[in-house]
């Protein structure tokens, strides 16, 4: 055999005969083997233990998302109930029934890069041959129309996005639509009411697109042309982390 191979062996079983009988080559071995087992055991439970609160925060963090969603689409079929109530005990011997129903929808995407007042919408149930309301929380977002067969979003400041709303104590009957500005503007409304700056704005639910009462904004100034008043409103509702919206798809 060659001797260096001899050699080689010799070294090999020396080496581990003083592993098994000398302490002194022995603790340094032993030490680092416990190290790099600790270490492994500590990245192990902690790895353990923060899949598990992530787990734990992640199924927390959804049934409350599922839970707001459901809050916000029943405050605004509450609302509606509130408005309808209201008005029915004006009457007597009254027989009408009202049935309200909201969607929940997803934004999508801009439809242009550059107009923030245009989205695109993920909704199953879209009618392509209807109008529908839009809101967000408890606020008026805009409304839905039909483009190229889609549900596209125009929000308050878009040109094209228009509703029914009173103004004010006395309920002035006005038309709301956006300027592509910061601020919209309520036009038609009656020079004999009295409105002023501050007062809230509302839909009124006569255009069937939302339910009467809900807030879209505050008069901020009040001008007067061909016999009627405009007022300047800034909106309650502002377009920043869209995510979800509601969409209005029956008002009684």
């Known amino acids: 055999m060659n001797k260096k191979l001899l050699s080689f062996f010799l070294l090999i ?34 790895f353990d233990s923060f899949v598990q609160r ?5 199924n927390t963090i959804q049934r409350q998302e599922a839970e707001l969603k459901e809050f916000r689409k029943n405050y605004l079929v509450v609302r509606q109930l509130a408005s309808e109530v209201e008005d029915l005990l004006e009457l007597e011997h009254s027989s009408l029934k009202v049935s309200p129903k909201v969607e929940l929808v997803r ?12 989205l695109w ?21 805009g409304i839905v129309v039909n483009k190229k067969n889609r549900a596209l979003a125009l929000l308050n400041r878009d040109l094209k996005s228009s509703y029914a709303v009173l103004v004010g104590d006395e309920k002035a009957p006005g038309i709301v639509h956006g300027n592509n ?3 919209l503007v309520v036009t038609f409304i009656p020079a004999w009411f009295k409105i002023k700056k501050g007062d809230e704005i ?12 809900l807030k879209v904004g505050k008069v901020v100034s009040i001008s007067f042309s061909q016999g009627y008043q405009k007022a300047k409103v800034k909106p309650y509702f502002q377009s920043q982390n869209l995510d979800y919206f509601h969409v209005i798809t029956k008002v009684r």
């Open 13 to 46: 079983i020396l080496f581990l005969a003083a592993l098994n009988y000398s302490k002194e080559v022995q603790q340094p071995f032993i030490s680092v083997l416990e190290t790099i087992k600790i270490g492994y055991f500590n990245v192990v439970e902690s």
């Open 54 to 58: 992530h787990i734990s925060q992640a």
């Open 107 to 118: 934004a999508i995407s801009y439809e242009k890069f550059g107009n923030m007042n245009r």
């Open 121 to 141: 919408l993920e909704f199953p149930d879209f009618n392509s041959s209807r109008i529908y309301g839009l809101t967000y929380k408890n606020m008026v977002a």
């Open 181 to 183: 500005g910061k601020d």
């Open 202 to 213: 509302v839909t009124s639910g006569l255009d069937n697109l939302f339910f009467k009462g």
